[in-house]
């Protein structure tokens, strides 16, 4: 596959969307409706709220598919990031009330909130990184396997290993990289990266 193709299929999906064609909606969802549905049940460990995210996200995909700039980046980090915001609204709302029966502290919601976007990023993360980088790391953390043992399993050097599971490290440590604060679906700030 040609390395802008993604791109071209991301612009292709828009286009589609903006003229109304309710089968480029039904395939967006195919793609990524299992993506939006786990960064919310991520933030919000409720499987009947990561639900109505789901449809809330890909209503508004439908409702304003001029919304996504494709030269800000990815479909697939839009979307993620229009999940993360509209858990992260829903998990904000739902502490903010129990905050008002006296349940809690401010810096409590808070500390909750960057602890649930910081799990849902590492989760996009792991699931958006090369499969090689994902292997390594699934081996080293899963299966307890040392950069030798990883290596062999893959059939890699132990200098490519270790790169592998450096890199894969490195990326994972960005999830915790994100403000507590998180903008609206239609903020001001890119989606390059993810959420």
Do not use: C
């Not at 994902?134 to 290596?151: G, H, I, S």
């Not at 990326?171 to 239609?186: N, V, Y």
């Not at 700030?189 to 959420?195: D, K, N, P, S, V």
């Amino acid at each position: 596959m040609p390395k802008d193709a993604p791109r071209r299929w991301d612009r292709r999906m828009q286009q589609r969307l903006a003229h109304g064609e309710a089968a480029a909606l039904g395939e967006l969802y195919d793609h990524f409706a299992s993506l939006v549905h786990g960064l919310a049940h991520r933030v919000l460990g409720d499987v009947a709220a990561a639900d109505r995210i789901t449809r809330e996200v890909f209503t508004h995909i439908w409702e304003n598919p001029e919304a996504y700039d494709p030269k800000q980046g990815p479909l697939r980090s839009w979307i993620a990031m229009l999940a993360h915001q509209q858990a992260v609204r829903r998990l904000r709302h739902t502490e903010s009330a129990a905050l008002a029966d006296g349940e809690g502290t401010p810096e409590d919601l808070e500390r909750k909130v960057h602890r649930a976007s910081a799990a849902a990023r590492a989760d996009y993360i792991v699931t958006a990184m090369p499969a090689p980088l994902r292997a390594a790391l699934e081996l080293a953390y899963f299966q307890r396997r040392d950069y030798r043992q990883t290596a062999a399993d893959l059939g890699v050097t132990e200098d490519e290993a270790r790169r592998r599971l450096r890199l894969g490290l490195q990326l994972l440590a960005t999830a915790h990289d994100i403000p507590a604060h998180t903008e609206g679906p239609t903020g001001t700030t890119g989606y390059g990266r993810a959420l």
